[in-house]
């Protein structure tokens, strides 16, 4: 099983924003005055700190019993994940089985709010509904976004398929030339990610000329989308990538770039290859892919990243001179044997054939860890 959370908007009426906006207010503030008691009695034992904060802060907010539970648990679970924990803001809200109830025949969700259980109907699409489709989820929590909107984040177990290891392997090189590369040949070109990029970069030339408080925060809503365009394309591919793995009953094999910089500490890093392991989008890319790949039963193993592009795919031989490459760009022409192929493609290639010595027990080659199971992601929203 695996726990996504799965993000909904809400459609809310006008003359209820006030409420949520209230029971918002409440649970920042029980929050706040439950992180100082905490913090000055050096208390961080959920029921300890119950016995000290409940009465007080369900008096001084007016909130409902199970909300300031979940205020004592958001501050706990804060104060454990961070170091430093931030005064907490009215945007966020706790809810589990007593103050929250997903009804799939009306689409609706019924929330508890200071003033009383209120219902909201829900403006998803498919892919959300078929997500929360048979689930009696027992927690969500509720958001404010800056603009204004209000957002539900509800937290369904998934069962995954259970998996045989299989033979088959995708192997896919992510991020040199193109996105992604496959060794079945398919490839995402980066071509169209860097025309938008290159479009909002010349908008956001013209607009810092101007250097007005208009211009700033036209500036964040750019970053903001171009963010998720990238997010809506990474999204994309790795639903492909996942769906043909999928079809073709197959892993899917990337290169390990987690460790890179420990590993390759020796070696000076080209200009490529900080790229592709510092860049967030990548990170996205391959965390999309292993979620998505859990939910749909598809094994995903990792290579050890070193030669994965200098090799030939079909002899394994490398270029006997330190420093060359029978790579060229985007052309590898083996030396030894004469191989010529597109130069990811052949790097693909090489991924996969180390994938399948991961996912096959037993065979030759680099051993590597097989990343079989849903923990190793994190609960990510849809
Ligand atoms: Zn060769």
Redesign the pocket.
Known sequence: MQTISVKCKLQVPVELRSKIDQTLQGFADACNQIYETAKRENCWNTTKLHHKVYKPVREATGLKANHVCQAIRRVIGNAKAVKQVHKFRPTSLSLDARTFQYIEESQTVGITLMCGRVKFKLSIGNYQMALLKGQSPTAATLNKTKRGDYYINICVDLPTDPTGRTPKVIGVDLGRRDIATTSTGKSWSGKQIQSVRDRYSKVRANVQSKRTRNSRRLLRRLSGRERRFQEWLNHNISKQLVSSAKRSNSALAFEDLTNIRESLNQKPRSKTERRRTNNWAFYQLRLFVGYKANIAGVPVVFVPPAYTSQT?S??G?IHPIKGKSYRNGKAFK?G??G?EHDADINAAINIAVLGKSVSLPGSPGMSCQLQGQMSLFPTIQI
């Open positions: 030939c079909r002899c031989g083996c030894r044997c191989f």
